[in-house]
């Protein structure tokens, strides 16, 4: 087994509901550490590459303003968790995607329902490979926004606008 880096997103059901101490309780049973935690308001951009593997699935319009929360509030806690094993260790606790098959023991069994218009509202989201957790936590975090890195970054110099105190 390897040490990993897992990418896990509490989505606005998840916020709406107060429900982020209990995932974390949950999640923090994993034996895996959290090296990077933020709340992030999602545009569109962001929501249609994370889920951009879906594009052609009729219900990915609604899977975008899902997640950008369009629903509930326009919030998700985004994490990074590592350790031995991380994807599949939090992918087990999170359940089934449809939150009726999910485990009742899952997070997503716990927590997870599906709306009368179809929408899986199922709380949490967590990496399914090594390739895609690389790719989703290169998409949601810069290198020194986490405590320790996997992947390979490099100093540059970047000239940006950036929005300070007045
Ligand atoms: P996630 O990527 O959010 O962790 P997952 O990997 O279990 O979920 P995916 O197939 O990647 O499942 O689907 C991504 C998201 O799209 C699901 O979490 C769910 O919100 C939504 N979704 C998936 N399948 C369906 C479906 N058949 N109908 C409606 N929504 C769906
Ligand atoms: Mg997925």
Redo the contacts with the bound molecule.
């Keep these: 087994m390897t040490n990993e880096q897992t990418l896990i997103l509490i989505k606005p059901d998840a916020l709406i509901k107060s429900l982020i101490g209990n995932i974390l309780t949950e999640l923090s049973e994993m034996d895996v550490d959290i090296v990077g935690a933020k709340i992030v308001k999602v545009s569109k951009e962001l929501a249609e590459d994370h889920?951009r593997?879906?594009k052609e699935?009729d219900?990915f319009d609604e899977?975008i303003k899902?997640i950008m929360g369009h629903y509930h509030t326009k919030r998700v806690l985004a994490l990074v968790y590592e350790g031995e094993d991380a994807i599949n260790k939090m992918r087990k606790i999170?359940g089934?995607?449809h939150p009726e098959e999910a485990h009742p023991t899952t997070i997503r069994g716990k927590y997870g329902r599906i709306t009368s218009k179809?929408?899986?509202e199922?709380a949490i989201?967590?990496s399914?490979s090594k390739k895609e957790a690389e790719r989703e936590i290169k998409l949601w975090f810069d290198p020194d926004e986490l405590t320790n890195t996997i992947y390979p970054a490099k100093k540059v110099e970047v000239k940006k606008q950036e929005l300070v105190w007045s």
């Design positions: 889920y593997n879906l699935k219900f899977l899902y999170v089934s995607t179809g929408i899986f199922n989201h967590a399914e």
